[in-house]
T-cell receptor, first 119, second 113 residues
């Protein structure tokens, strides 16, 4: 069981270049997410997808687009790389668990991260 | 809105010391609470979680208790090791509505031999 897999792990881009980060999960989760991690800022949500074929903007969507073509995969596209887009990117997926009180709860599983450098 | 406030780092401790990383939250209802850990050069990993008041999450010697009365979820470990050096993130998911995690800013922990 690979969990959440994202690629590439490292990438160097020139300013203005575009690129796509790929993410796949094998846990049959409905919900998938893309986060960015900036120093001192914690994680911020870029986009999320509650189910196949649907996507919604998160806290910081500008400069990005996403695609959820099937249940397994959720890609993130950087339209034009800028030095400000060099945080670490994390893909995630989540499942709903039912606790003993019959309440639904979510746990989110993360990929290993993608480190981008813009030159 | 929802928010998570974490103890500011960095935190430096000697091996075998007692660890506490404070986390308090603001949310309506009964959120689920999480601690995630990020080891150097790696992605985030779920460390432990608690889904209702007075629940205690535990893993790898770490513990955190969901305190509704103080809106806190402090992370503790009785005897830290060098291998515990990492960044620790407190997070919540609200009980109602969307599924988005709200994260704290992270606390960098360094353990010296």
């Amino acid at each position: 069981n690979a969990g959440v897999t994202q690629t590439p792990k490292f990438q160097v881009l020139k300013t203005g270049q575009s690129m796509t980060l790929q993410c796949a999960q094998d846990m049959n989760h409905n919900s998938m997410y893309w986060y960015r991690q900036d120093p001192g800022m914690g994680l911020r949500l870029i986009y999320y997808s509650a189910s196949e074929g649907t996507t919604d903007k998160g806290e910081v969507p500008n400069g990005y687009n996403v695609s959820r073509l099937n249940k397994r995969e959720f890609s993130l596209r950087l339209e034009s790389a800028a030095p400000s887009q060099t945080p670490v990117y994390f893909c995630a997926s989540s499942e709903i668990e039912v606790d003993r009180g019959n309440r639904e709860r979510n746990t989110i599983y993360f990929g290993e991260g993608s480190w981008l450098t813009v030159v | 809105g929802n928010s998570v406030t974490q103890m500011e780092g960095p935190v430096t401790l000697s091996e075998e010391a007692f660890l506490t990383i404070n986390c308090t939250y603001t949310a309506t209802g009964y959120p689920s609470l999480f601690w995630y850990v990020q080891y150097p050069g790696e992605g985030l990993q779920l460390l432990l979680k608690a889904t209702k008041a007075d629940d205690k999450g535990s893993n790898k010697g770490f513990e955190a208790t969901y305190r509704k009365e103080t809106t806190s979820f402090h992370l503790e470990k009785g005897s830290v090791q060098v291998s515990d050096s990492a960044v620790y993130f407190c997070a919540l998911i609200p009980f109602f509505g969307n599924e988005k995690l709200t994260f704290g800013t992270g606390t960098r922990l360094t353990i010296i031999p």
